[in-house]
């Protein structure tokens, strides 16, 4: 995302994101904020973006997630030309889990 997009709304919903503590508040947030396909929708997108930097190919992401060729295209060219959003958060998941196995 580029600061395009930046306002006051948008603002305070990553302020009120990242005031969540743990998994259970994220729950509890999401559910209010979104509807069941909103969140359903984003959720799917994310895991198409970690199985893409894994490389797996369209055929295997729309079995594992039940996603559109047009959504994963999508993802896909965000993945390639966007901010490094998913990279950032898929390094730091990686890394936190590496931490606790140790």
């Known amino acids: 995302m580029g600061r395009k997009l ?3 709304n948008v603002d305070f919903l990553f302020k009120a994101v990242l005031s969540l503590k743990s998994e259970d508040e994220c729950y509890d947030f999401f559910e209010d904020l979104l509807t069941v396909q909103e969140l359903k929708a984003i959720s799917q997108r994310i895991v198409v973006a970690k199985m893409l930097s894994e490389k797996c190919v369209y055929t295997d ?3 594992a997630t039940g996603a559109s060729t047009a959504t ?3 993802v896909n060219r965000s993945l390639q030309y966007g901010c490094d959003g998913y990279d950032k958060i898929f390094d ?3 890394t936190a889990e590496e931490d606790e196995q140790l």
Do not use: K, L
Request: aromatic share 0%; charged share 40%.
């Open 6 to 8: 930046q306002d006051d």
């Open 61 to 63: 992401i729309v079995n």
């Open 72 to 74: 994963i295209s999508r």
């Open 92 to 94: 730091r998941i990686r």
